[in-house]
C-alpha cells in the first residue's frame, strides 16, 4: 500500500469537501462533555488515516456524506449551541478543520467577537509557518496539536502517512511555540514504548520547553469499531480503556 503524502492528500480532500466557501459537515451541532463542556460542529475529510479513528465514514467516504454548509451558519449553530449549555469553548472536529483555511478563517472571525473561545483540534500537518501567521491575530484561539505517535515508525504506522511528515509536524509546532498562541500537544502514547516515550520528551525540550508545560497523553478507547479496526491491521496497543476510562488489556 501505497503511504499517504499528507499535504497532497490535503488538496485533494479540499476539492472534494469545499464548494466555494462552504465546507461539508456530517452533523451540526453537538454538545460534548469534553474540555468541561464544548459545542462541536463535524467536519468531513482527513489527510491522514489514522488505524484507531472514530469518525472513519466521512474521512474514508467525504463524497457521499455530509452537506455543504457556509461559515456563517456554522458558527451561529456553535454559537447557539454553547449558549443554549452554558460552555465557554466551540470547536470543529469529527476530521481535519484545518485542510480549507478560507472556510475556518471565517469561523475563526466570528467567534473572535464573541465570548467563546475556538479549541482548534488538528493532526498539524498543514499548520505550517504562513498558516500560523494568520492565526496570530486571532486572541480566542486554542490551538491542540494531535501527534500520533513519539517517533516518525510509530507515526507512519498509525496514520498510514509518510515518516517524514513527523518531522514535519515538529517543525510546525516549532514556530508555533515562537508565537503568543494559545496551544498545548497532545500524543498518542498507546503504542510507545517508554524508552521512546522518554526520548521523545527530550526531543521536545530541546525545541521549546513551552511544549512541555501542557503535554496531554492520549490513549486509545476500546470501542467496537476501533477494535475491529485494529484486529484488521495486526497493530496491538500496550495501554488501552474502555468506554469507561478504565484500563483495559487488547486481545
Known amino acids: 500500500m501505497d503511504l499517504i503524502e499528507p499535504l497532497k492528500k490535503a488538496l485533494e480532500i479540499k476539492k472534494i469537501v469545499t464548494r466555494d466557501n462552504k465546507r461539508k459537515y456530517y452533523r451540526l451541532v453537538r454538545p460534548g462533555r469534553w474540555y468541561g463542556g464544548i459545542a462541536t460542529a463535524d467536519c468531513c475529510g482527513c489527510n491522514l488515516k489514522c488505524v484507531f479513528c472514530w469518525s472513519n465514514k466521512p474521512r474514508d467516504n467525504p463524497e457521499k456524506i455530509g452537506e455543504f454548509y457556509e461559515p456563517e451558519y456554522v458558527a451561529e449553530k456553535l454559537k447557539r449551541c454553547a449558549e443554549e449549555h452554558n460552555y465557554r469553548y466551540v470547536r470543529i472536529s469529527g476530521n481535519e478543520p484545518t485542510i480549507f483555511r478560507e472556510h475556518l478563517i471565517s469561523i475563526l472571525s466570528i467567534i473572535e467577537k464573541t465570548k467563546f473561545v475556538f479549541i482548534l483540534e488538528t ?16 486572541k480566542n484561539l486554542h490551538i491542540r496539536i494531535s501527534l500520533k505517535g513519539t517517533t516518525k515508525e510509530e507515526f507512519s504506522m498509525l496514520t498510514g502517512a509518510q515518516p517524514e511528515t513527523f518531522n514535519t509536524i515538529l517543525d510546525n509546532l516549532s514556530f508555533l511555540a515562537n508565537t503568543q498562541l494559545s496551544f498545548n500537544l497532545a500524543v498518542m502514547l498507546s503504542f510507545s514504548p517508554d524508552k521512546n516515550i522518554i526520548q521523545f520528551k527530550e526531543r521536545l525540550q530541546k525545541i521549546s520547553k513551552k511544549i512541555l508545560n501542557d503535554f496531554e497523553e492520549e490513549y486509545v478507547f476500546l470501542y467496537p469499531p476501533v477494535i475491529k479496526r485494529l484486529r484488521r491491521s495486526g ?10 476510562g478504565i484500563p483495559e488489556k487488547f486481545v
Not at 124 to 136: A, N, P
Not at 238 to 243: G, K, W
Open 235 to 244: 497493530i496491538k496497543p500496550l495501554v488501552a480503556y474502555n468506554p469507561d
Open 123 to 138: 493532526n498539524g500537518t498543514v499548520l505550517d509557518s504562513d498558516y500560523i501567521k494568520e492565526l496570530v491575530q486571532y
